[in-house]
């Protein structure tokens, strides 16, 4: 059984950082790929930024640059840094695992099989 816990999450002004974690139950955990999702109120789940077991990494093109995604694998944790917030990055942030590359591939919520249960993030202007 995979499980999956957020912590990191808050309420921030713009031009802020947080750094998100995600502790995951999955061994060998150097074989998994991990991904980081937000959704905001009446928008669908979006992926932004995934990392496999060798370190490398994807991220949407909306969050290049101020989003970065690691891991340190001896504590099977997974990190988001987020800098520079913004108010549209408002929004409930999900960690997500799955043995499989599709997900690594589309990035898509639909290709992720293990979730945590999220992490609310809330960017003040």
Same mark, same amino acid.
């Given at each position: 059984?995979?499980? $999956? &816990?957020?912590?990191?999450?808050?309420?921030?002004?713009?031009?802020?950082?947080?750094? $998100?974690?995600?502790?995951?139950?999955? =061994?060998? =955990?150097?074989?998994?790929? /991990?991904?980081?999702?937000?959704?905001?109120?009446?928008?669908?789940?979006?992926? &932004?930024?995934?990392?496999?077991?060798?370190?490398?990494?994807?991220?949407?093109?909306?969050?290049?640059?101020?989003?970065?995604?690691?891991?340190?694998?001896?504590?099977?944790?997974?990190? $988001?840094?987020?800098?520079? $917030?913004?108010?549209?990055?408002?929004? /409930?942030? =999900?960690?997500?695992?799955?043995?499989?590359?599709?997900?690594?591939?589309? /990035?898509?919520?639909?290709?992720?099989?293990?979730?945590?249960?999220?992490?609310? &993030?809330? &960017?003040?202007?």
């Amino acid at each position: 059984q995979v499980q $999956l &816990v957020e912590s990191g999450g808050g309420s921030v002004q713009a031009g802020g950082s947080l750094r $998100l974690s995600c502790s995951a139950s999955i =061994y060998p =955990y150097i074989t998994a790929y /991990m991904a980081w999702f937000r959704q905001a109120p009446g928008k669908e789940r979006e992926g &932004v930024a995934a990392i496999k077991g060798d370190g490398s990494t994807r991220y949407a093109d909306s969050v290049k640059g101020r989003f970065t995604i690691s891991a340190d694998n001896a504590k099977n944790t997974a990190y $988001l840094q987020i800098n520079d $917030l913004k108010p549209e990055d408002t929004a /409930m942030y =999900y960690c997500a695992a799955d043995i499989s590359w599709r997900g690594w591939a589309t /990035m898509k919520a639909q290709d992720f099989r293990y979730w945590g249960q999220g992490t609310q &993030v809330t &960017v003040s202007s």
